[in-house]
């Protein structure tokens, strides 16, 4: 499976962006998608995640009410929308996607099997 984050960009507080990753390959086996984010100087973080059949969603606390996860099934795509941005969102975003239906833990980076390339997400104040 190979992903392909993309979306980032520079912009102010109160924005809104929306990431995409694009799953390619064996794209049947994708169990469920993740977003994660890194800060400069910080540990990368679990943002939210969506089951890539049922479409049920997770989130982080300091996201939730703010940003919003979906899939394109047909298009092998999931969206991360984020609203009201603030500057410390500012990090790399990153999509990864789970093989495994039975590992849960969504917030988790081991959950994960692919990880795409990241793209930087620059929230001014």
């Known amino acids: 499976v190979q992903l392909q984050a993309s979306g980032g960009g520079l912009v102010q507080a109160g924005d809104s962006l929306r990431l995409s990753c694009a799953a390619s390959?064996?794209?049947?086996?994708?169990?469920?998608m993740g977003w994660f984010r890194q800060a400069p100087g910080k540990e990368r973080e679990f943002v939210a995640a969506?089951?890539?059949?049922?479409?049920?969603?997770y989130y982080a606390d300091s996201v939730k009410g703010r940003f919003t996860i979906s899939r394109d099934n047909a298009k092998n795509t999931v969206y991360l929308q984020m609203n009201s941005l603030k500057p410390e969102d500012t990090a790399v975003y990153y999509c990864?996607?789970?093989?495994?239906?039975?590992?849960?833990?969504?917030?988790?980076?081991?959950?994960?099997?692919?990880w795409g390339q990241g793209t930087l997400v620059t929230v001014s104040s």
């Open positions: 990864a996607a789970d093989l495994n239906p039975l590992r849960g833990s969504r917030w988790l980076e081991r959950s994960y099997d692919y």
């Open positions: 390959g064996r794209t049947l086996r994708v169990y469920a």
């Open positions: 969506i089951t890539w059949s049922g479409g049920s969603t």
